[in-house]
């Protein structure tokens, strides 16, 4: 296929990315926004998202995934769902390359955000699907009375944690440490919630089964006590990883892996702008993520205004 030429590409359609092809849009540039899985990304899998201003009733991952969908289409982007595997730069325009065509634009705004962090302890990739999980609203449901496993103790793990109750008879949270990371509001939900118990000073360290999860060792930190407990399903909710890995050789990276922007989202190349996760310091929050998706829309907007001038 031939190049595509066009002045702004997004890559990523999470909160970061569907913002910022949104504003981009209207500020009157061809705007292409690629996604290798879904629109909506990240949220798509929260049962109920609380925190995001104007909804006081809260909606779900799906539907509001949905419903910025739609408003980025409707403000004229083209939504594509390919995958991208390098960026490289033609000067004075970049080429992003996806797994259907090369796209020759002015400027991209990198809004590719984060994956679950894996906790790289034996049995998690063997049973990863069969009882091994990071998605509570998808595989809750096979758990159905049974007893579960959290790993974490921030707002993913203790949200999930609490998803799990409406199906599990009993659900057990494994906390490295003796407070939570979690947000007030949910752990003061997580301690009211009678089937959550929740294990202080606890790191599982092995996954156990055959063919499928029967339980897990753990190791108590403080007194270094070992412990087999039977249970059928994990959920491992340690953190987040920038998905940054296609940009190292063209943009400058911190340590671990995201990308430092200054208060416009530029980072180290011009015409190049990072939004949400994948940008170092990100508060991660839905809201910031739209945020710097506005200013990171603008940014290029200004950008290619001024390249223009020159
Ligand atoms: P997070 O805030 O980074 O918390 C990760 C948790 O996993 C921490 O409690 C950490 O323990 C623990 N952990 C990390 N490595 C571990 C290991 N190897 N073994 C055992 N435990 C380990 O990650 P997150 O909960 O996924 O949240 C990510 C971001 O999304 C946050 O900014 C969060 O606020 C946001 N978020 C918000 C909402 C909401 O607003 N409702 C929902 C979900 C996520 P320590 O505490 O000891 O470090």
Wanted: proline letters at 3%; glycine letters at 10%; one cysteine or more.
């Amino acid at each position: 296929l031939a190049k595509k030429e066009c002045d702004v590409v997004v890559v990523g359609a999470g909160t970061a990315g569907l913002t910022a092809a949104m504003f981009a849009a209207r500020h009157g540039l061809r705007t292409v926004l690629l996604e290798r899985l879904m629109g909506g990304a990240q949220i798509i899998n929260a049962e109920k998202i609380e925190n995001f201003p104007g909804l006081p009733q809260g909606l779900s991952g799906a539907e509001l995934g949905a419903s910025m969908q739609e408003q980025t289409v409707k403000a004229g982007v083209e939504i594509l769902l390919e995958e991208v595997f390098s960026l490289g730069l033609e000067s004075p325009k970049f080429v992003v390359t996806s797994d259907v065509r090369d796209y020759l634009t002015k400027s991209v705004i990198v809004a590719t955000g984060s994956g679950l962090r894996r906790l790289g302890i034996a049995g998690e990739d063997e049973f990863t699907g069969n009882g091994v999980s990071h998605c509570a609203t998808c595989d809750g449901p096979f758990f159905t009375n049974e007893v579960v496993g959290v790993v974490g103790g921030g707002d993913t793990a203790a949200d999930e944690a609490i998803s799990l109750t409406s199906y599990a008879e009993k659900v057990i949270l494994f906390h490295r440490r003796d407070r939570l990371r979690a947000q007030q509001v949910l752990q003061q939900r997580l301690i009211r919630q009678p089937k959550i118990e929740i294990m202080w000073n606890t790191v599982v360290e092995r996954i156990l089964g055959s063919d499928t999860v029967t339980g897990v060792q753990t190791r108590n930190v403080i007194t270094n006590l070992e412990h087999r407990l039977s249970l059928s399903g994990m959920f491992v909710y340690v953190g987040l990883t920038p998905n940054s890995s296609l940009l190292g050789n063209l943009l400058m990276l911190d340590n671990g892996g995201h990308i430092p922007v200054n208060l416009r989202m530029e980072t180290s190349v011009p015409g190049i702008f990072a939004a949400g996760d994948v940008r170092q310091h990100s508060a991660a929050q839905l809201v910031s993520a739209a945020g710097d998706g506005a200013t990171a829309a603008i940014s290029a907007y200004h950008y290619i205004s001024n390249s223009r001038s020159r």
